[in-house]
């Protein structure tokens, strides 16, 4: 796996996830294939094949969070510039097709949520801003066609 670049918040927010993976419903999944089990014959439970199914994707989904744990690289936030838009960096845009103004953060993946304003660095707009300065215009590539923002500050 490769290194996962996220701030210290982002791995508190893993590590609460595979406690509760591991505390709750681990003992869940056990427990729904101990109760499957005792209802007899195996080679025809549905109960106890899905339990089983259950557990292996749990299993997985725990394996691939402790793998992310220990693959993480802490971003050290007072090392951030407000210079040039770069991960963590919050920036105001004006999207100069439509006249209106947005602010987002870049962030990393695992940290994304576009309700918030919080953009992953991997996606096309935050890739078009990465590296730019206030006055400067980002063109970006979406989907859609071709974005134009100008941006309008840069902060944390």
């Known amino acids: 796996m490769a290194t996962t670049y996220m701030t210290a918040e982002g791995l508190q927010k ?25 209802k007899g014959d195996l080679s025809e439970n549905a109960e106890y094949d899905a339990a089983k199914e259950e557990q292996g994707v749990l299993e997985s989904k725990i394996a691939m969070i ?25 920036v105001k845009v004006l999207n100069l097709k439509t006249n209106q103004e947005k602010m987002y953060q870049l962030v990393t993946e695992g940290e994304a949520n576009v ?37 309008l500050e840069i902060s944390l």
């Open 14 to 38: 893993l590590k609460d996830e595979l406690h509760l993976l591991e505390t709750i419903e681990r003992p869940r999944v056990i427990a729904a294939i101990a109760e499957a089990r005792e």
């Open 66 to 90: 402790k793998a992310k744990i220990m693959d993480a690289r802490i971003i050290d936030e007072t090392t951030i510039s407000t210079d040039e838009v770069q991960i963590l960096t919050k």
């Open 115 to 151: 309700a918030e304003g919080k953009l992953a660095t991997t996606t096309p707009i935050a890739k078009g801003l990465l590296g730019k300065k206030v006055g400067e215009i980002a063109e970006v590539v979406v989907p859609a066609g071709k974005l134009q923002f100008k941006i």
